[in-house]
């Protein structure tokens, strides 16, 4: 997998997985989100697949209020709009996704989203005023719960809210939705990555998980 960019703002890491000696195409990406919460790999998803079709997609599984509207990383809303170039070149099957792909889709809240939260923003400054999250992702806990129902389980809903995933798929995610840390590779920093990190649902003092218990999250 090669990533170009098709607009201001995004990013080129001109080079294959193989290069970087890693699983080929988006296996990487899926396991380092899955594992230690990578913002990297959560936009590289995001750019392959594009915003129009993400949230189509979504919505027709029966998540109407869900809208993913944007990477993780300051840009426009026109810029979150267009997907990277991505070329896919294995068995001599060469995919382009079109550059000029830009989201015709109303994305954004018809309702005003502004919360009295007090943060610290990119230049180390608190800020005293509303933080306005109209144009934010919005993925309600809801919506969350039924996803991971429907992957972990997807006999218990119904088939219109399946996702298209074949036994290789699944096996995969169940892997990655509770692998831990420990003898792993890549290898992580333990004391910023401990074996429990990312598990919400577990913690003690020494952030190791027991070998007879498994925590199934993202």
């Given at each position: 997998?090669?990533?170009?960019?098709?607009?201001?703002?995004?990013?080129?890491?001109?080079?294959?997985?193989?290069?970087?000696?890693?699983?080929?195409?988006?296996?990487?990406?899926?396991?380092?989100?899955?594992?230690?919460?990578?913002?990297?790999?959560?936009?590289?998803?995001?750019?392959?697949?594009?915003?129009?079709?993400?949230?189509?997609?979504?919505?027709?599984?029966?998540?109407?209020?869900?809208?993913?509207?944007?990477?993780?990383?300051?840009?426009?809303?026109?810029?979150?709009?267009?997907?990277?170039?991505?070329?896919?070149?294995?068995?001599?099957?060469t995919t382009i996704h079109s550059p000029w792909h830009y989201n015709m889709d109303s994305s954004i809240?018809?309702?005003?989203?502004?919360?009295?939260?007090?943060?610290?923003?990119?230049?180390?400054?608190?800020?005293?005023?509303?933080?306005?999250?109209?144009?934010?992702?919005?993925?309600?806990?809801?919506?969350?719960?039924?996803?991971?129902?429907?992957?972990?389980?997807?006999?218990?809903?119904?088939?219109?809210?399946?996702?298209?995933?074949?036994?290789?798929?699944?096996?995969?995610?169940?892997?990655?939705?509770?692998?831990?840390?420990?003898?792993?590779?890549?290898?992580?920093?333990?004391?910023?990555?401990?074996?429990?990190?990312?598990?919400?649902?577990?913690?003690?003092?020494?952030?190791?998980?027991?070998?007879?218990?498994?925590?199934?999250?993202?």
């Amino acid at each position: 997998m090669v990533f170009d960019s098709a607009w201001s703002g995004q990013t080129k890491p001109m080079q294959t997985a193989q290069q970087k000696k890693q699983f080929s195409f988006y296996s990487p990406y899926i396991r380092k989100a899955f594992l230690i919460s990578d913002n990297d790999a959560y936009n590289r998803m995001y750019e392959f697949l594009g915003q129009q079709t993400i949230n189509r997609r979504l919505h027709e599984l029966g998540y109407p209020e869900i809208r993913i509207t944007r990477r993780f990383m300051r840009m426009t809303e026109d810029e979150n709009s267009i997907p990277t170039r991505c070329i896919s070149s294995q068995r001599r099957i060469t995919t382009i996704h079109s550059p000029w792909h830009y989201n015709m889709d109303s994305s954004i809240s018809v309702i005003s989203i502004k919360w009295e939260l007090r943060i610290i923003n990119a230049n180390d400054s608190l800020i005293h005023e509303p933080i306005d999250f109209t144009t934010a992702n919005n993925l309600p806990l809801k919506d969350m719960q039924q996803i991971l129902q429907s992957v972990l389980f997807p006999q218990s809903v119904p088939v219109k809210k399946r996702f298209y995933l074949t036994k290789d798929d699944l096996d995969f995610l169940y892997r990655f939705y509770h692998n831990t840390l420990l003898n792993h590779y890549p290898k992580y920093d333990s004391k910023r990555y401990y074996d429990s990190y990312v598990k919400f649902y577990f913690r003690n003092d020494s952030h190791t998980m027991p070998p007879l218990v498994r925590v199934f999250i993202k």
